[in-house]
């Protein structure tokens, strides 16, 4: 069994590996990361500079080094590949699994990509990873490894048990032994231990299970990782449109789905535009931040116009100003909550879910309860703790409550009807629903002001 070396990474530790890359000390870096999981080295790297990187990884031993590969985030792969020549990054592919590698070389340019591909020297890599390469980056067949254990259903046995020595030579984890007909056509799966207790002679056909869970080649990634969650599974076999097994999806290629969704819906919520990772450039970070942020200056503005065409009401009723940032800050609340309930539910997806308009109505039923009883909290406040007239505390609890729900209304709406288009619906959780509504909310609270203090 090999041992992992529990590793924490210190600053003498960083200074002591910069100052054998000084001293091209070999065997000091070999040694001291020998054991050390690829991820902790791939954090290490994170933390020198890019010479540096390269030259620990090419130090170490190639498989080492392409585990390590796997595990750099974008940005800093990017980095790593520029500095590499086309045959070193095709020996370190060619060592990586299939779906691995395709993902790699996505990352490169078309002609760039091809001049790797042509310095692949295992032509049964090469096949698997140009097949890959087919098929669209978040769809089932863009995440599925070609590195999997079959069985004919004609096999006996001891023909089963050779077969499984042989492939598994080229598969790291085996969950299940998939089971096909002559034209490779998915028909179930064995597991090893009925393998194992079965007679020599009996027939595959005799012993495996026909139920078996599927997903095509065209499937989305989300809905893959929805289908495995759902039934718990540690792995899924992929088909083409003829049921021919092509490839197969495990769990820790779902958990990378999961995190990158996660990020992007993150990042959606925050205002911010496309893939950014902490190590992009300034540039590239300003460039995904600003568009949403202008917006929300452009909002601003735009409220500053709404203030400023109640200008005469304030000078009559100052007081008003004074609770503009209640208003603001409630809508945008109600708003965020709103949306993030219902992206949250279309990200969980049931067929016992609510329709849209079930949503609508109990999100309307939610707003009515929680608007009255902060409109009644206000007008208390308002009255008895700040000592202004009644009809002043009528006038800013109406204005909440109708800002209330008029937030919760753009907040389930919103997702709903991005989601009905193929837009994301996260991005409505972030500024999209704060903007909207303070310019919104602003509106109504002078609209009711104006109607209820005749201003």
């Not at 990586?96 to 993902?103: L, R």
């Not at 205002?271 to 995904?288: L, N, P, Y």
């Not at 609890?397 to 919760?408: D, E, I, K, Q, W």
Request: proline fraction near 2%; hydrophobic fraction near 45%; charge should be negative.
């Amino acid at each position: 069994m090999e041992i992992i070396k529990q590793f924490e990474l210190s600053k003498e530790y960083l200074e002591s590996l910069r100052h054998g890359i000084e001293n091209q000390d070999l065997d000091f870096i070999k040694e001291s990361l020998d054991g050390v999981n690829e991820a902790d080295i791939a954090a290490i790297l994170d933390e020198l500079s890019l010479d540096e990187s390269i030259y620990v990884l090419r130090a170490l031993e190639k498989q080492v080094a392409a585990d390590i590969l796997i595990e750099l985030d974008e940005g800093n792969l990017n980095k790593v590949l520029r500095e590499l020549d086309n045959p070193e990054i095709a020996s370190l592919i060619e060592l990586m699994d299939s779906d691995d590698a395709a993902d790699l070389l996505n990352l490169l340019g078309e002609r760039e990509r091809e001049e790797v591909i042509s310095n692949f020297q295992d032509r049964l890599k090469s096949d698997q990873v140009v097949d890959l390469l087919r098929y669209e980056e978040d769809t089932a067949g863009g995440i599925m490894a070609k590195e999997f254990i079959r069985a004919n259903k004609n096999w006996n046995v001891i023909q089963t048990i050779n077969e499984i020595r042989r492939q598994a030579e080229n598969v790291e984890k085996i969950f299940s032994i998939y089971v096909v007909n002559n034209r490779q056509q998915l028909l179930g799966r064995v597991s090893l231990k009925k393998i194992i207790l079965a007679g020599e002679n009996t027939k595959i056909e005799d012993i495996y299970e026909p139920e078996v869970i599927s997903v095509p080649t065209y499937m989305d990634q989300e809905e893959v990782a929805l289908i495995m969650r759902k039934y718990d599974l540690e792995s899924v076999p992929v088909v083409n449109a003829k049921n021919k097994l092509v490839g197969r999806i495990t769990v820790d290629d779902i958990l990378d789905v999961v995190q990158e969704e996660a990020d992007e819906d993150i990042q959606a919520m925050a205002g911010i535009s496309g893939d950014i990772e902490e190590s992009d450039s300034v540039f590239m970070i300003t460039k995904a931040r600003l568009p949403w942020l202008l917006i929300g200056v452009i909002g601003g503005l735009m409220g500053a116009k709404i203030i400023g065409f109640f200008e005469d009401g304030l000078n009559k009723y100052l007081a008003l100003a004074s609770f503009i940032p209640l208003v603001a800050a409630t809508g945008g609340n109600v708003g965020i909550q709103a949306s993030s309930l219902i992206v949250q539910s279309l990200a969980s997806k049931s067929v016992f879910d609510d329709t849209p308009w079930q949503r609508f109505v109990k999100g309307t039923l939610v707003a009515l309860l929680n608007g009255l009883l902060l409109a009644i909290f206000v007008f208390l406040v308002v009255v008895f703790l700040y000592g202004f007239e009644p009809i002043f505390g009528i006038t800013v609890g109406t204005a909440l409550f109708c800002v209330v729900l008029l937030a919760s209304f753009m907040g389930t709406v919103t997702p709903l009807v991005l989601n009905r288009f193929g837009i994301n619906p996260a991005i409505a959780s972030g500024p999209f629903i704060t903007t909207t509504n303070d310019l919104l909310g602003l509106a109504v609270y002078f609209g009711v002001a104006m109607y209820l203090l005749n201003l």
